[in-house]
């Protein structure tokens, strides 16, 4: 797997302004003030994400100036070992779920392939912690990833909920539980935007 997300916030977080070229366009954009860097974030990431069944590893590599080796590297040094997942299942306020096998857009894939990424990954961190995983992140999780098909799977397959990456406030009474907003962390949301996510009014400026 490449974990194209983190090093392209990597990159985003580290450079005044950044350059990727796609199969239609190249991109070049200034990332110095942390508005700018979110947005470009998000931008650059609706473009992979429109591109990244047709990329192979190398062409996704190289869209990043980086190879195997490096991906390698990078990839252990954000990833938790299993070692560290079995003892982290220990602790009291700490819950594990399930983010896939191979972190694909599930609503782009046929059903089959769909359950698989959702049933497999379940059972082997279940097998792995000795340890009833009830809970699911959809990949990428927008309207384009994640839908009913895939939260009608989520509940057949034995999860209790699932979180979107779609946004909304916890509220009313007819709550999806396989359908649950999230909103994005990480080092591009500072304390007054994280304020605004947590007590709603993010939710409330965006849609009224």
């Given amino acids: 797997m490449i974990r ?15 350059k990727y070229q796609f199969p239609n366009m190249i991109l070049e ?8 860097k979110t947005k470009a974030w998000w931008e650059i990431r609706s473009h992979i994400l429109e591109w990244e069944g047709q990329f192979s590893r190398a062409e996704m590599l190289g869209l990043f100036c980086k190879d195997e080796a490096w991906n390698k590297a990078f990839t252990l040094s954000v990833a938790i070992p299993e070692s560290s997942l079995i003892d982290l299942r220990k602790h009291p306020l700490l ?35 000795d340890y009833e995983i009830k809970h699911l992140a959809y990949p990428y999780g927008s309207t384009n990833e994640c839908g009913e098909r895939e939260f009608k799977l989520a509940q057949e397959l034995g999860y209790h909920s ?12 007819n709550l999806n539980p396989f359908s649950l907003p ?10 007054v935007r994280l304020h605004h996510i947590l007590t709603g009014i993010r939710h409330f400026a965006d849609n009224y």
Wanted: hydrophobic fraction near 40%; charged fraction near 25%.
């Fill in 4 to 18: 194209w997300w983190d090093i392209l916030e990597e990159q985003i977080l580290t450079n005044a302004w950044v």
């Fill in 29 to 36: 954009l200034k990332t110095e003030s942390l508005e700018e």
């Fill in 95 to 129: 819950t594990i779920g399930s983010h896939t096998v191979h972190h694909l857009p599930l609503k782009k894939l046929p059903e089959d392939q769909a359950r698989f990424e959702l049933q497999e990954s379940k059972r082997y961190l279940e097998n792995l912690m």
């Fill in 162 to 173: 699932g979180v979107t990456f779609m946004p909304g406030n916890l509220v009313g009474n």
């Fill in 182 to 191: 999230r909103f994005a962390g990480g080092e591009m949301v500072d304390k």
